[in-house]
């Protein structure tokens, strides 16, 4: 039987990762029979805090592991960019520790990172092969994570994701929602362009990949692109939401939130490996978030 060590599992991700493992199907189909029948581990900080290098090591010695999916992160963008040594010891010291073990033990491990590790500087979609240059502090350590894994761990995935949303957690999403009961406006940047993605569909396409013998870099997103401005209107129209979205540049916003860490003007990412490779079965984003809205008000109405 597989054995898989999920980290951060009180995530986003990691809470996608355990449900569709659990029901044996994602939205957007069914997952290989091999997960459903795998044992999973789940661990968060209070269980496994993958910054401590001893307790990871002995976790996974004890556990001996098939695959680790390493969910964990430090993603508050504006902390990273005050506090950049935290930032590094979780986002890419850390994941050392779990690829040394997963070396040591014989496991796969899959890193999660982000289209954050683009400058965003040319607006056309990056494929794997592009060179990042990160612009802000969770760019930069989140860069440093995928490296130090890659190095440490030759059996690795790096999956890259941008602008996630699930059905637990802090995200864009429900805090627009959250807005648009209370304001009948918001204003939302609207020169920062990138790919709206549904966590459980990348889920899904984790354990796809993570099945295969494949290693390396892929980029997995919702289809097409859109500004955070048409991901909010998108939001308030699918949500039946009567909130005006006003429309604001980078600049503006800053002038306004003089601490917020810079960003990329155009972070889309193309899922060329995934497209070549095991298939690119990834949604457009407007779909995805249709489905999500709908699931939400199910499972809260
Ligand atoms: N969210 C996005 O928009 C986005 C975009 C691109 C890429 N990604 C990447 O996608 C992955 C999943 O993101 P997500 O949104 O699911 O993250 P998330 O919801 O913020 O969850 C991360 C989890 O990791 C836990 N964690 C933090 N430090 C830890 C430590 N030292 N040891 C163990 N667990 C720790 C967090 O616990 P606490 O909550 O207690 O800190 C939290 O439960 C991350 O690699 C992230 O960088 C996310």
Redesign the pocket.
């Known amino acids: 039987m597989t054995k898989v060590l999920i980290?951060?599992c009180?995530?986003?991700?990691?809470n996608e990762l355990q449900r569709i493992i659990r029901e044996g199907r994602a939205e957007i189909g069914p997952i290989d029979p091999i997960w459903s029948a795998a044992e999973v581990v789940p661990t968060?900080?209070d269980t496994?805090?993958?910054?401590d290098a001893d307790a990871v090591s002995r976790f996974c010695e004890e556990g001996r592991f098939d695959v680790i999916v390493n969910?964990?992160?430090?993603?508050n963008v504006d902390g990273c960019e005050v506090m950049e040594d935290v930032a590094h010891k979780?986002n890419a010291l850390?994941p050392r520790n779990l690829a040394r073990a997963a070396q040591a033990t014989g496991a796969r491990i899959v890193q999660?990172?982000?289209?954050y590790v683009f400058p965003g500087t040319d607006p056309r979609p990056r494929v794997e092969t592009d060179e990042p240059a990160p612009i802000s502090a969770y760019g930069r350590t989140?860069l440093d994570g995928e490296r130090l894994v890659a190095e440490a761990c030759e059996r690795h995935l790096i999956m890259r994701?941008?602008?996630?949303y699930?059905y637990v957690?802090h995200?864009f999403v429900r805090t627009m929602m959250g807005l648009g009961e209370t304001h009948d406006h918001v204003t939302v940047v609207d020169d920062q362009m990138g790919n709206p993605t549904s966590?459980n569909d990348l889920a899904y396409e984790i354990l796809k990949v993570a099945a295969t013998d494949g290693y390396g870099i892929y980029h997995c997103t919702n289809e097409g692109t859109c500004s955070w401005a048409d991901f909010a209107a998108a939001i308030m129209e699918g949500a039946g939401l009567d909130c005006e979205v006003c429309r604001c540049t980078s600049d503006e916003y800053a002038a306004a939130h003089p601490d917020a860490a810079h960003r990329p003007a155009f972070s889309s990412l193309d899922n060329a490996h995934l497209a070549a490779t095991v298939g690119d079965e990834m949604r457009p984003w407007h779909d995805a978030l249709d489905s999500f809205l709908g699931n939400l008000n199910k499972m809260e109405g």
């Open positions: 980290t951060g009180n995530g986003q991700l990691g968060d900080v496994l805090d993958i910054t969910c964990a992160a430090m993603t979780v850390a999660v990172s982000t289209d989140k994701t941008a602008w996630l699930g957690g995200n966590a």
